[in-house]
């Protein structure tokens, strides 16, 4: 019979802390510390972390002006054209005709 321990928020939020300074993937440290990867990923998202610790750095939001965009003369109203790369290939196009 598996034995289940039952952690508090100080203790989940330690953990983490633990997982992304050791540089493992989640499934790795949870097997590691014996720790359900289901619980673990549910607390992690509680607490608004990323998928691994390489992945904080270049996850940053980026955010535009979009008024930079709008037409400033009648030469200018022929559109603009925005591409978002959401990541895995997928790409989400906006454009004004």
């Known amino acids: 019979m598996t034995q289940y321990t ?4 100080e203790q989940w939020q330690a953990l983490i802390q633990q997982w992304q300074e050791s540089g493992l993937s989640a499934p790795q440290f949870c097997e590691q510390h ?3 990867y289901a ?6 998202k509680r607490f608004n972390t990323q ?8 996850s940053e939001a980026q955010f535009i002006d979009l008024q930079s965009l709008t037409a ?6 022929k559109g603009w ?3 978002l790369s959401l990541g895995n290939g997928v790409e989400l196009r906006l454009s004004q005709n």
């Not at 039952?6 to 928020?9: D, E, F, G, L, P």
């Not at 400033?72 to 109203?77: F, G, L, P, R, W």
């Open 6 to 9: 039952r952690r508090s928020s």
């Open 34 to 36: 014996e720790v359900g």
């Open 39 to 44: 619980s673990f990923c549910n607390w992690r």
């Open 51 to 58: 998928d691994s610790p390489a992945e904080e750095s270049s």
């Open 72 to 77: 400033t003369s009648a030469d200018d109203s």
């Open 81 to 83: 054209n925005i591409v």
